[in-house]
């Protein structure tokens, strides 16, 4: 069973180095830069990405949080969305 283990853990790590590596390929390794940063730094936040824009609800911010944070990536800018529904989840 151990041996087992040992296999999956490696057959994830090749395939996450190869996925790195493709991706890292495919959009120009070293190109990384600093965007805009969220407004209040909060950990455990629910993302997606929703046209231009990614959409970061609830989150551990010095207690749990309902806040909604919507990014636009083409303005490299943060506002604020409608309250999450309660209770946070």
């Known amino acids: ?15 996450a180095a190869t996925v790195f590596a493709v991706v890292g390929t495919a ?4 190109t990384w830069k600093t965007l805009a940063p969220v ?9 997606a990405v929703v046209g231009n824009q990614i959409v970061a609800a609830y989150g551990y911010s010095f207690g749990d949080m309902n806040l909604t944070r919507i990014y636009d990536i083409a303005a490299d800018s943060w506002s604020a969305g409608a309250p999450a529904p309660l209770p946070v989840r």
């Open 1 to 15: 069973m151990l041996h087992h283990k040992r296999v999956r853990r490696f057959g994830f790590a090749v395939a």
């Open 39 to 47: 407004p209040t730094p909060t950990e455990g936040m629910q993302v």
């Open 27 to 30: 959009f120009g390794a070293g």
